[in-house]
């Protein structure tokens, strides 16, 4: 599992939106062209010195970040996850009903959602294999009025998001689900499905 962002050659928000929409646009697939929207969105929104504040970690818990796009499955049962920075290998295609926890909120809603501390919500439900986060931010992908996936990250660090960041991973995902749609997403994402069943 990476533990630190993808590097960036700008620090400026407007900077690294620009650099992501131009690398989408030159993307080999649509994968390839949503991960470089998951990679600003990493780059662009959270507080980076969360985890220096009292509270923020746990005994044993560490820095570190987390996103990536869930698609609705081509048989529109799950989840299902593309484009992923930080999570284990193994959870490489992962996917789970899609009326599971937040994510299963966000479907069911078509809205964006921010749980700052996921300590303050008991029905939070861990997917990272690996550990349980402390903040998360959710933007959907809908495209012509059709919910198709949404964008996550997520922190292990409580409080690392703001609602402001939750603004900027919604634009991101607009842009993501329009990268997505040029680059014939639903015929990759149906490939991808094939190959999972066929195992």
């Not at 504040?53 to 081509?74: D, I, Y």
């Not at 529109?76 to 930080?86: D, K, M, N, R, V």
Request: glycine share 8%; net charge negative; proline share 6%.
């Amino acid at each position: 599992m990476n533990d630190v962002v993808p590097s960036s050659l700008s620090h400026e928000p407007w900077d690294e939106v620009a650099r992501a929409a131009r690398a989408a646009a030159d993307a080999a697939d649509a994968e390839a062209a949503v991960r470089e929207f998951v990679h600003a969105a990493l780059r662009i929104t959270g507080d980076a010195t969360a985890h220096e504040k009292p509270g923020a970690l746990k005994s044993g818990e560490r820095h570190f970040s987390v996103g990536g796009a869930f698609m609705v499955s081509p048989d529109g049962t799950s989840h299902f996850l593309i484009a992923e920075w930080g999570f284990p290998e193994e959870q490489h295609r992962l996917h789970y009903p899609l009326d599971t926890g937040h994510p299963g909120w966000v479907w069911k809603n078509e809205r964006g959602l921010i749980l700052e501390n996921t300590d303050e919500h008991s029905d939070f439900k861990q997917i990272l294999k690996s550990a349980r986060m402390g903040s998360a931010i959710y933007a959907p992908m809908i495209w012509q009025g059709e919910f198709i996936g949404h964008l996550i990250t997520a922190a292990q660090a409580r409080n690392t998001f703001a609602p402001p960041d939750l603004v900027r991973l919604q634009a991101l995902a607009a842009m993501a689900t329009a990268a997505y749609m040029a680059k014939d997403g639903p015929d990759f994402l149906a490939r991808c499905w094939r190959e999972q069943a066929a195992g």
